[in-house]
């Protein structure tokens, strides 16, 4: 199993090819940390299953006991990976990590929401591309209208507003350039209704 994560709404299932026979590394991706007072389903996977969930060095300073997130109670039970970007450019973002080596799944540091937050960019055999970003923003028109969330939201929750501001900047020039890839936001339900049933064999 692979699963790619955002936040508290969604895990979406991403098989890198279909003649790829099996899944290569069974762990779990997520933005970035979900509330600790309810978790998210990438949250509440790894701690059933037992699958190590991928996070960024900053992102596991940030949810460790006594770190600035405070989420380490919460989190107890859930193996974590680290994972740095050891690839180059990706569509405007400075680096990258390829999971599988292959485009399917790309994760990219966006940094801003949380310290150590990213955006996974999961691109099916068939060419349809998602980017899931988390809280960068909460609805779609953050990306059409160009509108941050609201000021009192960033100031409570962001721990970097400019950090966010530039990675929200990234992608609405990314949905200009790419009009056909499908941003998900961890709190819209819109691109979500949009995406294939995992056993509808859209791949």
């Known amino acids: 199993m692979g699963l790619a994560c955002c936040h508290s709404l969604s895990c979406v299932e991403a098989r890198p090819r279909p003649d790829a026979g099996c899944w290569l590394r069974p762990e779990i991706a997520a933005c970035h940390s979900a509330d600790p007072f309810a978790l998210g389903p990438c949250q509440r996977l790894a701690r059933l299953s037992g699958l190590p969930e ?15 997130g405070q989420f380490g109670k919460s989190f107890s039970g859930i193996r974590y990976e680290e994972h740095g970007f050891e690839g180059g450019p990706y569509l405007g973002f400075p680096t990258s990590h390829d999971v599988y080596g292959d485009g399917s799944i790309v994760v990219v540091p966006a940094p801003g929401h949380t310290p150590g ?53 990234r992608m609405i020039a990314l949905k200009e350039r790419l009009p056909e890839s499908i ?17 509808s064999g859209k791949q």
């Open 117 to 169: 937050g990213v955006i996974i960019f999961v691109t099916l055999a068939i060419g349809t591309r998602y980017a899931f970003v988390g809280d960068l923003v909460w609805q779609l028109e953050g990306i059409t209208l160009r509108e941050e969330r609201p000021w009192i939201t960033r100031r409570g929750s962001d721990s970097d507003a400019e950090g966010n501001r530039e990675n929200l900047l």
């Open 54 to 68: 991928w996070v960024t060095p900053q992102e596991h300073q940030f949810i460790r006991p006594g770190g600035q």
């Open 183 to 199: 941003i998900v936001p961890a709190h819209d339900m819109r691109p979500f209704a949009e995406m294939p049933a995992l056993n």
